[in-house]
């Protein structure tokens, strides 16, 4: 079965702390929090958000239209003790022809170094190779981001090398690090 198939039922996971969902119209208070922080945004590629229009316009509208052909694999990530959503994560791209997926992920900057990316992220990473029977899960980060380098590294992931000049961010090419796990090493960690 297609992985779209499956990403039209977008499941929901819960952990010790969080609760992975889909985003919803309701949650723009919080998801414009921390797209509108510059600290945020700065190794992404898409910039600061503006006003909440443009969170609407750019991220929520998308991801729920999205979510009916399955195309769109993002989960809001909510703190449950806070009943907020504090980031997303998402299966970014994926390709059935070859059994893989590429993650992402976003934190409101509150929330950051308590652990909360690598916990729900590990919810998706289990997604991939159980459910959609993924042979390989990806991710990239700049090559200066310490904290998402080091969230892969926790999930176990490998570091495969360096994309010379890979993504054009905030007006300058930039090296993208690039961390894999793969069926076989997620099944003899889990
Ligand atoms: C990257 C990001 C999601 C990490 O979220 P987080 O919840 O803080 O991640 P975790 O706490 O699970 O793990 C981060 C680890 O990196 C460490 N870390 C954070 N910044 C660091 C830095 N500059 N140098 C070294 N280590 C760093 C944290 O201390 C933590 O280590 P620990 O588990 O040993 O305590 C968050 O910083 C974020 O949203 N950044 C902006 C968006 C972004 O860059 N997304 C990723 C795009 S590839």
Not at 33 to 38: A, G, I, L, R, Y
Not at 42 to 48: D, G, I, L, S, V
Not at 170 to 178: I, L, S
């Amino acid at each position: 079965m297609k992985i779209e198939s499956f990403l039209k039922e977008v499941p929901v996971f819960e952990t010790e702390r969080l609760l992975l969902r889909k985003v919803g119209l309701t949650d723009l208070e919080d998801v414009f929090e921390f797209s509108s922080d510059p600290e945020v945004a700065h190794h992404m590629t898409w910039e600061k958000n503006s006003s909440k229009e443009e969170t609407l316009a750019n991220f929520l509208q998308p991801a729920i239209e999205g979510y009916e052909e399955g195309q769109s694999g993002v989960w809001a990530i909510v703190y449950k003790k806070h009943d907020k959503v504090i980031g997303t994560c998402s299966l970014v791209d994926w390709s059935n022809e070859h059994h893989k997926a590429e993650i992402g992920y976003v934190l409101n900057k509150k929330y950051w170094g308590a652990g909360f990316a690598a916990e729900a992220v590990k919810e998706v990473i289990k997604y991939g190779f159980n459910t959609l029977k993924l042979n390989r899960m990806e991710g990239g980060c700049d090559i200066d981001n310490f904290g998402s380098e080091k969230v892969m590294l926790k999930l176990g992931m490998k570091f495969e090398g360096v994309l010379r000049k890979n993504e054009f961010i905030k007006g300058e090419f930039r090296d993208t690090k690039m961390f894999s796990i793969l069926k076989d090493e997620f099944e003899s960690t889990n």
